[in-house]
């Protein structure tokens, strides 16, 4: 019979990623929350309107890996705050699709440059090359997956 090794848990690849993953979104999550009051759904729905303009609110938690009733929330609370609208579809009346308000562009546009200057500055901290060696790395990993 062999011996099983230990799992060196700070090894293992898969919970590097998801502890490194965790870190960043921690530490951008507390810029748009300091600054906007926002959750990470939030953020997240924000975002996506933002990137493709009108969506449903399956077509958000599809593209953002988001549960129906977070974006629920965060849809709820962003229209709350106007910063989305609903409108019903005309070719069929179950769906709604939602969009950024005016407001709500607004906050996007300012927190997608913040987002951007955040990306920078971490990136820059691992140099060009490793940069790059990151950028393929995850590509690899989200080819393979």
């Known amino acids: 019979m062999t011996e099983t090794l230990p799992l060196i848990l700070e090894d293992f690849i898969p919970y590097r990623l998801n502890k490194a993953a965790e ?11 300091d600054r906007y009051g926002l959750t990470r759904p939030e953020w997240r729905t924000l975002a ?8 449903t609110a399956t ?17 709820f609370t962003l229209e709350s705050r106007r910063w989305l609208s609903r409108k019903r579809d005309d070719m069929d009346r179950r769906i709604e699709n ?7 562009r607004k906050a996007y546009t300012e927190l997608a440059k913040v987002a951007h200057l955040f990306e ?11 940069e790059k060696e990151l950028k393929a790395g995850l590509a690899a990993l989200e080819a393979l997956l």
Do not use: C, D, W
Request: aromatic share 6%; net charge positive; charged share 15%.
């Open 120 to 130: 920078a500055e971490l990136l820059s901290n691992l140099g060009s090359k490793g």
């Open 23 to 33: 870190a960043v979104s921690q530490r951008f999550a507390g810029i748009y929350r």
């Open 98 to 104: 939602l969009q950024l308000t005016p407001a709500g």
């Open 59 to 75: 077509a958000i938690g599809t593209h953002s890996s988001m549960h129906k009733t977070k974006v629920s929330r965060a849809v």
């Open 48 to 55: 996506t309107l933002g990137q493709f303009g009108i969506l």
